[in-house]
């Protein structure tokens, strides 16, 4: 990955997106420091549907499963007929 320093991503911006498009992600740095990453769009995409896993993947995971704290059943305190 190439770094760009942002007054030069910000004055060459045409040139980054076509490095971006051709050679792959490019750093963008600030006061030396990594910033930002300018990837191509079909990465963005493979990237973003491999964090996000789909509604068959979740419910049949164990992470979509929990242990609730439920009451136990019976226990509940009813009203008498005479209350009514």
Request: hydrophobic residues 45%; charged residues 30%; proline residues 8%.
């Amino acid at each position: 990955m190439n770094a760009w320093p942002v007054q030069d991503a910000k004055a060459r911006f045409s040139e980054l997106l076509d490095a971006c498009v051709s050679e792959g992600p490019q750093v963008v740095t600030r006061r030396g420091a990594e910033t930002a990453v300018l990837v191509p769009i079909a990465e963005w995409k493979r990237m973003r549907d491999a964090a996000r896993p789909s509604l068959k993947e979740l419910l049949l995971s164990d992470f979509a499963r929990t242990n609730l704290a439920l009451p136990p059943r019976g226990r509940a305190k009813r009203r008498s007929p005479s209350a009514l």
